[in-house]
């Protein structure tokens, strides 16, 4: 069964940083392109950044400069290092997995909960 298992979301001051990983099963980190979405309530989901299968990385204009994505091949895992955080960042961010061919499905994970709070 194909997974995505988002971690290390939490509270953190305006300023601070978190790490998120995710956690893919089988060789899908290898296989797809890695990307990180969030919604804030009230808000529709919204793309964040990208990892393509070359490696090439790809921002929102919001997070450029502060978020950088990385995967682990190796691991089957993908991360978000999250620096500078604004109260605006606040949401639920999700792992994507997106396939190279249209006719293999989209994954998400669950949703780990990042709040930015003084």
């Known amino acids: 069964q194909v997974q995505l298992v988002e971690s290390g979301g939490g509270l953190v001051q305006p300023g601070g940083s978190l790490r998120l990983s995710c956690a893919a099963s089988g060789n899908m980190v290898n296989i797809y392109n890695m990307a990180w979405y969030r919604q804030a309530p009230g808000k529709q989901r919204e793309w964040v950044a990208s990892?393509?299968?070359?490696?090439?990385?790809y921002y929102a204009d919001f997070v450029k400069g502060r978020f950088t994505i990385s995967r682990d091949n190796a691991k089957n895992m993908v991360y978000l290092q999250m620096n500078s955080l604004k109260l605006e960042d606040t949401a639920v961010y999700y792992c994507?997995?997106?396939?190279?061919?249209?006719?293999?499905?989209?994954?998400w994970g669950q949703g780990t909960q990042v709040t930015v709070s003084s």
């Open positions: 990892i393509v299968r070359s490696g090439s990385t």
């Open positions: 994507n997995a997106d396939p190279p061919v249209a006719s293999l499905p989209r994954y």
